[in-house]
T-cell receptor
Framework: AQTVTQSQPEMSVQEAETVTLSCTYDTSESDYYLFWYKQPPSRQMILVIRQEAYKQQNATENRFSVNFQKAAKSFSLKISDSQLGDAAMYFCALLPSQGGSEKLVFGKGTKLTVNP | DTGVSQNPRHKITKRGQNVTFRCDPISEHNRLYWYRQTLGQGPEFLTYFQNEAQLEKSRLLSDRFSAERPKGSFSTLEIQRTEQGDSAMYLC???????????FGSGTRLTVV
């Protein structure tokens, strides 16, 4: 079974500062994908960043980057130069790439508040 | 293509009534997924289609729930004899084959009174 744990129910950051959201996961699969999704209030969930487990290089998308530690099964999201529009629920998710199942397994989320 | 479309956006129903939700995926996406999200929780997997074939169903999907995807295009999720515990946001997503992530719709919020 796959599990995703987000240990920080809520986080806050000052505008223009940097914040890191934590995520740990458990899977017996050797190959998988990891994702961070953002869900603004009353709006749809959008993909922030994706990481393939076989890649050692950490993914980066503009102000968003990850710290992927495969041995530790850790996948944290760093948001640099935080903006008011970054305020949202952030979900970490795991997708095994083998075994035929293509379902995303989500954590419970971290609510990020950005203070002006 | 404007993304994944879900209708209705909101549905209020009385306990015991049947409800049906519709999802129109991105046209070139052959994978379609239904998830349920309750307040303060992450989305939970319900079911998954590849084209018109329903390949996986969660144990969360009781006998009162049924999903279809005729001709591999839009999908419907029906809940029969609704219960208050069915109140949730029902999310639809579609995707291309791996390694792409899902594209989500805006969801249908169901309230059972």
């Amino acid at each position: 079974a796959q599990t995703v744990t987000q240990s920080q129910p809520e986080m806050s950051v000052q505008e223009a500062e940097t914040v890191t959201l934590s995520c740990t996961y458990d899977t017996s699969e050797s190959d998988y994908y990891l994702f961070w999704y953002k869900q603004p209030p009353s709006r749809q969930m959008i993909l922030v960043i994706r990481q393939e487990a076989y890649k050692q290089q950490n993914a980066t998308e503009n102000r968003f980057s990850v710290n992927f530690q495969k041995a530790a099964k850790s996948f944290s999201l760093k948001i640099s130069d935080s903006q008011l529009g970054d305020a949202a629920m952030y979900f970490c998710a795991l997708l095994p790439s083998q075994g035929g199942s293509e379902k995303l397994v989500f954590g419970k989320g971290t609510k990020l508040t950005v203070n002006p | 293509d404007t993304g994944v479309s879900q209708n209705p956006r909101h549905k209020i129903t009385k306990r015991g009534q049947n409800v049906t939700f519709r999802c129109d995926p991105i046209s070139e996406h052959n994978r379609l997924y239904w998830y349920r999200q309750t307040l303060g929780q992450g989305p939970e997997f319900l079911t998954y289609f590849q084209n018109e074939a329903q390949l996986e169903k969660s144990r969360l999907l009781s006998d009162r729930f049924s999903a279809e995807r005729p001709k591999g295009s839009f999908s419907t999720l029906e809940i029969q004899r609704t219960e208050q515990g069915d109140s949730a946001m029902y999310l639809c997503a579609s995707s291309l084959p791996l390694p792409y992530g899902y594209t989500f719709g805006s969801g249908t919020r169901l309230t059972v009174v």
